[in-house]
């Protein structure tokens, strides 16, 4: 069964420190993994896109890994902002075509930035 | 419009009522999604369109469920008999063009639905 476990399932941190978000995936076969940054009250944004040959990719503060063969990745953010106070969401393509439910949605870290 | 725009932002109803929800694409975007997001879960395909083509229903979860599209443009989702479980934020998304992958989804920001 294709599947998308995120954890932690929440975190707090302190402004200015760095955290790390886990994505642990079971989808076959594999297209590509997003994550998405989802403030409370608004819809999802994209952070960031990685396909199976890439290992890394950043978007400022935000560097996501992928490592296919463990089917795993993280979203490392550094320096962290009251502003990153937000659901961070794990989505996995699966590559076969079909209907839209291909995309399969983790169900997200809760991060909490504190003063 | 400059984003996808959804209607109302929080809805309040009695079990047993129906609810409408709308959903007003990017201009010129051909593909519309809806999802839907329960307290706790990770986002639940409903139902997507793509231009004048049949749309793809697979996610709806029961025949309480259906949408349509007007003119390739505006959608509404429409929910009849609610049931407290139907209690969730319905999320539409639009895209250029059919895509899978999700590579230029732009998300609404949803309307909160609340069955009492």
């Known amino acids: 069964k294709n599947q998308v476990e995120q954890s932690p399932q929440s975190l707090i941190i302190l402004e200015g420190k760095n955290c790390t978000l886990q994505c642990n995936y079971t989808v076959s076969p594999f297209s590509n993994l997003r994550w998405y940054k989802q403030d409370t009250g608004r819809g999802p944004v994209s952070l960031t896109i990685m396909t199976f040959s890439e290992n890394t990719k950043s978007n400022g503060r935000y560097t996501a890994t992928l490592d296919a063969d463990t089917k795993q990745s993280s979203l490392h953010i550094t320096a962290s902002q009251l502003s990153d106070s937000a659901s961070y969401i794990c989505v996995v393509s699966a590559g076969y075509g079909g209907s839209q439910g291909n995309l399969i949605f983790g169900k997200g870290t809760k991060l909490s930035v504190k003063p | 419009g400059a984003g996808v725009s959804q209607s109302p932002s929080n809805k309040v109803t009695e079990k047993g009522k129906d609810v409408e929800l709308r959903c007003d694409p990017i201009s010129g975007h051909t593909a519309l999604y809806w999802y839907r997001q329960s307290l706790g879960q990770g986002l639940e395909f409903l139902i997507y369109f793509q231009g004048n083509s049949a749309p793809d229903k697979s996610g709806l979860p029961s025949d309480r469920f259906s949408a349509e599209r007007t003119g390739g443009s505006v959608s509404t989702l429409t929910i009849q008999r609610t049931q407290q479980e139907d209690s969730a934020v319905y999320l539409c998304?639009?895209?250029?063009?059919?895509?899978?992958?999700?590579?230029?989804?732009?998300f609404g920001s949803g309307t909160r639905l609340t069955v009492v």
């Open positions: 998304a639009s895209s250029l063009a059919l895509d899978r992958a999700g590579h230029g989804y732009t």
